[in-house]
């Protein structure tokens, strides 16, 4: 079965730099979600998309901004990287009717040197 | 607000059974889930439970929720050396919103 797909899986920057990360939710999800987990930490809510449409927003810095796109995939852009920007980064997905299950894709690592 | 807590570490015996708890704090929750997740790997959903339910079993998974106490947790059977991963615990809630809170993540370590 399809999975949700995230690109790159690994992405070094230096700081001030930027960053877009990219997510392709499973066929037929309209619903995508970013969370980001820092080095020993649990995974904290960023930003969600319903339908292309912002939907929640949790506690992502104003330095990045995201949005979903005609074909639901989604990016995440990360501006004025900083060294605590440094973390994995997952994108999940899920039918925007199902109170269910969150798929998560594998993560990208970002490193910021 | 919304405060999920576990233990940070577990260890076990292979064969023994191990018992993850959790505790959260806001009594609006719908769903409750266990996610695991392997070294520099992504979350892997276990199990859920519905807030109205008290227990669901998976194999060799069995899910406790206590709502009264709000604690949850996530009993292992038969734990083999593949369940040493980390185990988080999260919940959703009732307000509207799809996002998941999550806990701090328990360390389990089978020993052999």
């Known amino acids: 079965a399809a999975g949700v797909i995230q690109s790159p899986r690994h992405l070094i920057k230096e700081k001030r730099e930027t960053a877009t990360l990219k997510c392709y939710p499973i066929?037929?999800?309209?619903?995508v979600y970013w969370y980001q987990q820092g080095p020993g930490q649990d995974p904290q809510f960023l930003i969600s998309?319903?339908?292309?449409?912002?939907?929640d927003k949790g506690s992502i810095p104003d330095r990045f901004s995201a949005q979903q796109f005609s074909d639901y995939h989604s990016e995440l852009n990360m501006s004025s990287l900083e060294l605590g920007d440094s973390a994995l980064y997952f994108c999940?997905?899920?039918?925007?009717?199902?109170?269910?299950?969150?798929?998560f894709g594998p993560g990208t690592r970002l490193t910021v040197l | 607000g919304e405060d999920v807590e576990q233990s940070l570490f577990l260890s076990v015996r292979e064969g023994d059974s191990s018992v993850i708890n959790c505790t959260y704090t806001?009594?609006?929750?719908?769903?409750l889930y266990w996610y695991k997740q392997e070294p520099g790997a992504g979350l892997q959903l276990l199990t859920y439970?519905?807030?109205?339910?008290d227990m669901k079993q998976d194999q060799r998974l069995t899910v406790l929720l206590n709502k009264k106490d709000k604690h949850l947790s996530l009993r292992i059977a038969d734990t083999q050396t593949g369940d040493s991963a980390i185990y988080f615990c999260?919940?959703?809630?009732?307000?509207?919103?799809?996002?998941?809170?999550f806990g701090t993540g328990t360390r389990l370590t089978v020993i052999p």
């Open positions: 806001d009594s609006s929750s719908t769903y």
């Open positions: 999940a997905s899920n039918e925007g009717s199902s109170y269910n299950e969150q798929f």
């Open positions: 998309f319903y339908e292309k449409m912002q939907s």
């Open positions: 439970i519905f807030s109205n339910m």
């Open positions: 066929p037929r999800h309209d619903t």
């Open positions: 999260a919940e959703r809630l009732q307000t509207g919103a799809n996002n998941l809170f």
